[in-house]
């Protein structure tokens, strides 16, 4: 009672306290002349289980290897012994492997055995209402020749056990009726013990081959049940997401870093929100449905029939089925579509809390950036949130299921004090918003700069007397390149490396530099920043809508006058 300062005994030898060398071996007993390595084996007649109700103190249950379980509901004032050869189905040499008191029901207790070490590999696995004095099995369908190691019971739902096996990890809903073996990338390997981390809802087991492996928040399976799975889809509850920066502590890159192999470290959970659901069957296009139907037929030896061209035209121009994830903000504005597998059975796909890109879309898929992944938005404000699941097929979008509501919680409070967390992603909008200007500023430039330099071309193939608008084209020419030259540098200065006065693209750099890593919010230094790139956006989109206003006017002159037509340009300037 004093964190292991003293001990005393509560009890006195709770086994058979046999003499083991007098014990048969392979049959009978065996002389002492032969080959033994007492020290190579286990001690036989040892208490190897030991289980404290929660709800009650002083009721103990303890279990040892030589076919007894014991109880005291008095701290070990007095045992109540239980020969398991009077368990239903159990062998009276059946060694207990665990035993657990009931989380919600003080009387109730579990107990897993096995006798594999006299060669009955069943598993065995019971329940008792009453302190044990009577036992129900509930191995249900667990597999033949599959021991049961140990047993773990959920906090929340009473029917809901884990089961680590010589073969795999079992779950049951209905407190042993039906169980499922778990999968996922767990190996059909022999699990010796099991634990659930109960803040996070997560279960962890331990195999016989020295590996971790953790299911990342089951509470999903809390809320399984046969008329659930009836249904075409399901959105599972969703746990509270943290709001941080995922930081890696080796080097620049998650991972091992720089230390190799010798560094041990495993993957973490998908950073964000992770949302789990169910789809009862394949979402399916029309293709996908003829040869599922024609396989069919095939494997029945029936004739395959030609679906006639219309339908295999409507089939060709029918978009891709998808399943999104929808998640809007407290104001119901939609913040992300995530798309998600679309085949039968469950699903988890991680939200990393941001919204998308506000970068615009080329046309052409533009080359990937040589350092920084692909463009991505901002995070979201801590908050209340809610998720939806969405079905797309042949075009038509239907709700499948939720909304469901979650929380996007700030993990700590920073050790300097900075903006609240509204402030800090207010500003992550705006500079997003510029963000967005700037990109379609750039590509629009990109597109006029190759434009005027193909107008030479155009020029050059007219048929028609275009000289008397030569001056124009030259002087547009200019301004085009000018406001190049403003948008993205002194270009002369660039080919050497001179310095140059910043330019609106480097300016959000440094932004996003100080905030897209940081909680801490945005520095007098990026209010300034963002203030002067916005400014000079502004009179930069002012000056290029008038150019390209210009521009416009000049292609369509040069068609009227026989030039070839050019591409971006409408079909309505052929004449």
């Not at 999968?183 to 962890?204: C, H, M, W, Y």
């Not at 903000?329 to 890109?357: K, N």
């Not at 080329?362 to 990937?368: A, D, N």
Request: glycine fraction near 10%; charge should be negative.
């Amino acid at each position: 009672d004093d964190r292991g300062d003293s001990w005393r005994a509560m009890s006195g030898d709770l086994t058979r306290d046999q003499e083991r060398l007098a014990l048969p071996i392979m049959g009978q007993t065996q002389s002492w002349d032969n080959a033994c390595d007492l020290a190579a084996m286990s001690t036989y007649n040892t208490i190897t289980s030991l289980a404290e109700s929660p709800l009650q103190e002083g009721l103990i249950y303890a279990g040892t290897d030589d076919g007894l379980i014991q109880v005291t509901e008095d701290g070990g004032g007095s045992w109540r012994e239980i020969e398991v050869g009077s368990l239903p189905g159990t062998p009276g040499t059946a060694f207990v492997n665990d035993i657990k008191a009931d989380l919600f029901d003080a009387d109730t207790v579990y107990a897993a055995l096995d006798n594999h070490k006299l060669g009955e590999l069943g598993p065995h696995l019971l329940r008792s209402r009453d302190r044990g004095r009577t036992w129900t099995s509930m191995r249900g369908n667990l597999p033949e020749r599959t021991l049961v190691w140990r047993l773990v019971q959920d906090h929340v739902r009473p029917e809901l056990f884990f089961a680590a096996t010589e073969l795999g990890i079992y779950f049951t809903v209905d407190g042993g009726e039906l169980w499922i073996q778990l999968k996922g990338g767990v190996p059909t390997i022999s699990f010796r013990d099991l634990a659930i981390q109960r803040r996070e809802n997560d279960l962890v087991a331990a195999s016989f081959g020295r590996g971790f492996f953790i299911l990342d928040d089951y509470s999903a399976l809390r809320e399984i049940s046969t008329e659930q799975l009836g249904k075409e889809a399901v959105l599972f509850p969703t746990r509270q997401a943290w709001w941080y920066f995922p930081r890696p502590h080796l080097s620049f890159e998650p991972g091992r870093g720089d230390q190799g192999a010798d560094h041990f470290v495993a993957p973490n959970p998908p950073f964000g929100s992770v949302f789990t659901y169910y789809l009862e069957e394949d979402l399916k296009t029309r293709k996908e449905a003829r040869q599922e139907t024609e396989k069919a037929a095939r494997e029945k030896g029936e004739a395959v029939i030609f679906p006639g061209w219309d339908a295999l035209e409507a089939e060709r121009i029918e978009p891709e089925a998808r399943v999104w994830l929808v998640v809007t903000d407290s104001e119901g504005e939609i913040v992300r579509r995530i798309s998600g597998p679309t085949d039968a059975g469950f699903h988890r796909v991680a939200w990393d809390l941001r919204y998308p890109t506000p970068d615009a879309v080329e046309l052409e898929e533009p080359p990937p950036p040589l350092w920084g992944g692909p463009p991505r938005g901002l995070m979201v404000a801590p908050g209340e949130y809610q998720v939806a699941l969405v079905r797309q097929v042949q075009g038509e979008a239907r709700l499948l299921a939720g909304p469901r509501s979650f929380t996007v919680a700030a993990l700590r409070q920073g050790s300097l004090d900075g903006a609240s967390p509204e402030e800090v992603a207010g500003f992550w909008r705006q500079y997003e918003s510029a963000v967005r200007t700037h990109s379609a500023i750039r590509v629009s430039l990109e597109r006029m700069v190759t434009k005027v330099g193909r107008l030479a071309k155009v020029i050059e193939s007219s048929r028609g007397d275009v000289l008397a608008l030569d001056p124009r084209f030259h002087q547009l020419r200019r301004r085009i390149l000018e406001l190049d030259g403003r948008f993205g540098g002194h270009r002369s200065k660039q080919e050497p490396g001179e310095k140059h006065q910043p330019t609106i693209g480097q300016r959000l750099e440094s932004v996003a530099l100080g905030v897209d890593h940081s909680t801490y919010g945005p520095t007098v230094t990026h209010l300034e920043s963002l203030k002067i790139a916005t400014a000079e956006m502004a009179g930069l989109r002012q000056q290029l809508e008038s150019t390209q206003s210009d521009l416009s006017s000049l292609v369509r002159e040069l068609i009227e006058a026989g030039a070839p037509w050019i591409e971006s340009e409408p079909l309505s300037a052929l004449p």
